[in-house]
């Protein structure tokens, strides 16, 4: 019984690494950190136009309000970078980084919500003459 233990162990502890050193990134895309930054990058990319705010769809986009439960993380990736249907790739708008984000996101139990966008600073009126 130790001795299978153990072997897990060491097994999860060598695919750890693997990950690590394969795509470091990557390794560590469902943590609330990579959830949090891609609900940003949804609303700023422009997923939420066709998808809506919270993803719950659109009639330009569906929603992906259940995506977690039908597809696998390569799937959402690959539909992000290359499109299909009657979505458009992205694979040269996000880095790397900003897909694992995203897959991260729609992946989420339960999505984060991002922050208000900050007003743009509006110029002070020119002073009454």
Known sequence: MMKNHSLALVFSSATLMLLLAINPSRAFAGTKPNEQAGAVLFRDKGCAY???????????????????KTWKAPKIAEQIEKGGQKMPPFGDAVSNVELTQLVAYLRAKHRPVAPPVAPSEVPPAAPAQ
């Open 50 to 68: 066709c998808h809506g705010s919270t993803g719950q769809g659109t009639t330009r986009g569906p929603s992906l309000a259940n995506i977690r």
